[in-house]
């Protein structure tokens, strides 16, 4: 019973191409990101959704269109794919929890290669 | 500059060892601190997490926050080579946790 899931786990591809990532959850959470992490391994978030609505879009090409179609699921577009897109992209979800801290959890990842 | 600095590591101790990992941060905003354990090929999963100064324990590990120094430590003690991970910390400005901004992680190492 996986919490978060994204499919695929590997995607290699040419440069110029278009890709989509799928994320779903099954915890009921309102919000959902995704996180680019780098071969440095630093985590960036790139997009959060809260209830299908967009509420962070850090500076990330317009390459990059997230598409909310339920609260379950966000997906990541990215059209022609460049070289400096390979990375492992994360899924995470949260819920709001009055005054607690919102746990972030996330998914295993999906490790994009352009070549 | 990165707003959230972490040594890489790796850093490798023998089992049993106390380990201490730590981050620097330059933005005196940030109220909340996470620490992230990321096994290989595989997604973070929140540790820790800390309001504020003071300290935090939770078994064998123990986070400490420092504001005035701007510096997060997390402790291990009695490591095991099942500890053997990436360790991120990460920062917010409110409970929400909507925008983290995360160190690059120090990889760790524990030999049986």
């Known amino acids: 019973d996986t919490a978060v899931s994204q499919t695929p786990k590997y995607l290699v591809t040419q440069m110029g191409n278009d890709k989509s990532i799928k994320c779903e959850q099954n915890?009921?959470?309102?919000?959902m990101y995704w996180y680019k992490q780098d071969s440095k391994k630093f985590l960036k978030i790139m997009f959060s959704y809260n209830n299908k609505e967009l509420i962070i879009n850090e500076t990330v090409p317009n390459r990059f269109s997230p598409k909310s179609p339920d609260k379950a699921h966000l997906n990541l577009h990215i059209n022609s794919l460049e070289l400096g897109d390979s990375a492992v992209y994360f899924c995470?979800?949260?819920?709001?929890?009055?005054?607690?801290?919102?746990?972030?959890?996330f998914g295993p990842g999906t490790r994009l290669t352009v070549l | 500059q990165k707003e959230v600095e972490q040594d890489p590591g790796p850093l490798s101790v023998p089992e049993g060892a106390i380990v201490s990992l730590n981050c620097t941060y330059s933005n005196s905003a940030f109220q909340y601190f996470m620490w992230y354990r990321q096994y290989s090929r595989k997604g973070p999963e929140l540790l820790m997490y800390?309001?504020?100064?003071g300290n935090k324990e939770d078994g064998r590990f123990t986070a400490q926050v420092d504001k005035s120094s701007k510096y997060i430590s997390l402790f291990i003690r009695d490591s095991q080579p099942s500890d053997s991970a990436t360790y991120l910390c990460a920062m917010s400005y409110n409970n929400a946790g909507n925008m983290l901004t995360f160190g690059g992680g120090t990889r760790l190492m524990v030999k049986p």
């Open positions: 915890l009921g959470h309102d919000t």
């Open positions: 800390t309001y504020s100064s």
């Open positions: 995470a979800s949260s819920q709001a929890s009055g005054g607690r801290y919102n746990e972030q959890f």
